[in-house]
């Protein structure tokens, strides 16, 4: 169950950086946020896919905000 909040809590930093709008500092926690999250699915906590998604998506926010400002 601990490591399921640290994958949660790692996915919220980055979100949470995208709001702010700092793309730099959304990329360094979205770096961090990869390898929690393919540790985590690396151990089966969570499926690959289910990693794979979650990093596309946050990838894609990411990319988006460049697009926007």
């Not at 490591?3 to 730099?24: H, P």
């Not at 540790?39 to 990693?51: C, G, L, P, R, T």
Request: proline share 0%; glycine share 4%; hydrophobic share 50%.
């Amino acid at each position: 169950m601990s490591q399921r909040s640290e994958l949660r809590t790692a996915i919220k930093n980055v979100r949470k950086a995208i709001l702010a709008g700092d793309k730099a500092a959304a990329q360094a926690v979205f770096v961090q946020a990869q390898a929690t999250i393919d540790s985590i699915a690396d151990k089966n906590i969570i499926h690959k896919n289910k990693a794979a998604r979650h990093k596309s998506r946050l990838s894609g926010a990411i990319k988006a905000m460049g697009l926007a400002a």
